[in-house]
């Protein structure tokens, strides 16, 4: 019966550091925030969009 007890703290405390540790990653690394025209050439580059779509959203943004 003690064991049940023990076994739930223990996991409870393994799910709780897996939590914070993801957590604290995630603020490790700041975040890059890309502008409108950096994420307008990317979508270019992969073909999402076409030429004239990109001209006109650029002219749009600028």
């Known amino acids: 019966m003690m064991f049940g007890g023990i076994f739930g703290i223990i996991l409870i405390i393994i799910v709780?550091?897996?939590?914070?540790n993801k957590t604290s990653e995630n603020?490790?690394?700041?975040?890059?925030?890309?502008?409108?025209?950096?994420?307008?050439?990317?979508?270019?580059?992969?073909?999402?969009?076409?030429?004239?779509?990109?001209?006109r959203k650029k002219k749009n943004l600028s």
């Open 16 to 20: 709780m550091y897996l939590l914070f």
């Open 27 to 55: 603020n490790s690394y700041p975040s890059q925030k890309k502008s409108a025209l950096d994420i307008l050439d990317e979508e270019y580059a992969r073909g999402n969009i076409s030429e004239e779509e990109y001209l």
